[in-house]
């Protein structure tokens, strides 16, 4: 933990003391209290005790005792807030329930045509096999591999067994639940099985805050355990990027009977609140996890770079970057890059084509940046391209001139507009996005212009190119988990943009995320 107090500590330890009469002469409880709070900011879900910790707590047990009514929840060594605390046992509670179900039952003849039919390889037919017969399932492997393939047949296979089977779709984010949506789509008609089953198959996919009935301004959601989601089956894409308080939230609402399956790649970054919890639930349940390992429309090149980066093998990395790790002599080649990438992204805008293809050509090309802050942060390159690119007469207009790309940054269920969703402002002032709707920029919640966005806020997003900058320092930001996200956005090419040392520093620091779920499952049917 950073030697430095963390500002909310000393309010937090003053609300003990009145609240519990704990006197903290020396400070000492600020200290723990300093580390907490660092490791939730950090997003750990509790705080990994040390030597120097376990004094504090023998002077204040009033912290962490009686169980169930203190602020503070004290076991196997780890330090929690109540609130989270609870989020994991919820969890955990939920999918051990799950885990302990019967089999469900399997039709072989229908798996085995479904598996030929598409051609399955055998890490796809297994997973669909064992998916199949569980109600709780994990299905994890990187870009290509086929996920949403595998979790089309388990579906189809479901439908083709239970006709009246209800199933929900849904993905963290409004981006990610458009993609899983259209590909789901495009692939259904395909299916050897009968018309009343495709007809059965799920056409909407739901944000999870959708699906859970979140209502605005409010912390309150519709379904929840004394009232279950009306689903037998809900299955949830990029499970990577939903946090604890989340994932616990949509268990808790499975109804008595229902069945939960996880798409997603476990070597991502976590969440950006609290927890790793897909790779947690896929150390915890190793059973009930599939992981697909043959990259099917990945380019051999990139699918190699992923490889490469998760093995923390620089110099592969470098060698396999080759050309397209930009040179750092002065900024012209960072600059270059880009103008270059969305070049036919302003000739679309000045052209006036159709909302949809300014948007194809949108997705053609973007900058991911480690930092949001900071001179080679997303907000400051957004705000350097805008500059630049009205010297060159590319943006012309105000605040929403046509061509602004903008990224939505908060949940609007009215609107039906949701964090991560783009939209570009385009010559009639409105607006546009991916399915055609439009609004004012009045109307809009918060965003930010978004040509630069973070390799946290593109999850769920894919693009053609990808030009990851890193920055020119090594950071506590930077991961393999950072570089791996950011590489394997891209669908044809990468480049990168980093000091040789930074790269290096970023692909040999990996990161765990502290919390207590992986040994809740793994030590279930003891008592916990």
């Not at 689903?231 to 229902?258: F, H, I, N, R, T």
């Not at 630069?452 to 769920?460: I, P």
Request: aromatic residues 6%.
């Amino acid at each position: 933990m950073s030697e430095e107090l963390h500002p909310h500590a000393p309010t937090l330890a003053d609300f003990f003391h009145r609240r519990l009469g704990l006197a903290d002469s020396d400070g000492e409880l600020v200290r723990l209290l300093s580390d907490l709070l660092q490791a939730q900011a950090a997003g750990h879900v509790c705080l990994t005790l040390c030597r120097r910790h376990h004094p504090i707590l023998r002077r204040f047990p009033e912290l962490y005792r009686p169980a169930g009514r203190a602020p503070l929840v004290l076991e196997d060594g780890r330090l929690y807030f109540q609130r989270l605390w609870g989020y994991e046992q919820a969890l955990a509670a939920g999918i051990r329930r799950l885990l302990s179900a019967a089999p469900l039952p399997l039709d072989r003849d229908r798996l085995e045509r479904l598996s030929e039919a598409a051609a399955l390889d055998d890490s796809q037919a297994a997973a669909v096999a064992g998916a199949a017969r569980q109600r709780f399932a994990i299905i994890t492997g990187g870009p290509g591999t086929g996920k949403t393939t595998t979790v089309l047949q388990l579906i189809a296979l479901r439908l083709w067994q239970q006709p009246a089977l209800q199933v929900a779709l849904a993905a963290p984010t409004g981006k990610a639940a458009q993609r899983l949506a259209e590909t789901l789509r495009g692939r259904s008609q395909a299916l050897p099985v009968p018309e009343a089953v495709k007809a059965a198959l799920p056409a909407e996919v739901k944000t999870l805050h959708r699906l859970l009935g979140a209502r605005p301004d409010t912390a309150r959601i519709r379904y929840h355990a004394d009232h279950p989601l009306p689903y037998d089956l809900v299955v949830v894409d990029e499970a990577s990027m939903v946090d604890l308080a989340l994932m616990s939230k949509l268990v808790q609402a499975l109804p008595p009977a229902g069945a939960l399956v996880l798409l997603g790649d476990r070597d991502q970054l976590a969440s950006v609140e609290a927890g790793s919890v897909l790779a947690d639930l896929c150390d915890g349940a190793p059973d009930h996890t599939w992981r697909l390992r043959h990259a099917h429309r990945f380019q051999q090149r990139l699918a190699e770079l992923a490889g490469a980066v998760n093995a923390g093998d620089f110099e592969r990395v470098s060698a396999l970057l080759g050309d397209d790790w930009l040179p750092l002599k002065g900024d012209d080649g960072l600059w270059r890059a880009v103008e270059d990438g969305y070049r036919g992204y302003w000739e679309a805008v000045a052209a006036g084509r159709p909302a949809a293809e300014i948007h194809a050509a949108f997705r053609r090309f973007q900058i991911l940046c480690a930092h949001r802050r900071g001179p080679l942060g997303a907000e400051h390159l957004n705000d350097e391209l805008e500059r630049r690119w009205r010297r060159r007469g590319w943006i012309r207009g105000g605040a929403y001139y046509p061509g602004r790309a903008l990224m939505i940054l908060e949940n609007a269920p009215d609107l039906d507009l949701f964090n991560g969703d783009i939209g570009i402002c385009l010559g009639d002032g409105q607006v546009w996005f991916e399915d055609d709707r439009r609004l004012s920029p009045a109307r809009l919640p918060a965003h930010q212009t978004v040509f630069a966005m973070t390799v946290h806020k593109s999850q769920g997003s894919e693009f053609d190119c990808v030009l990851l900058v890193l920055p020119t320092q090594p950071s506590e930001v930077l991961s393999r988990e950072l570089v791996y996200t950011a590489f394997t956005r891209a669908k044809v090419a990468v480049r990168c943009w980093s000091p040789p040392e930074v790269l290096r520093h970023a692909i040999a620091r990996t990161t765990r995320r502290s919390g207590g779920l992986r040994d809740k499952l793994l030590a279930r049917g003891q008592r916990l």
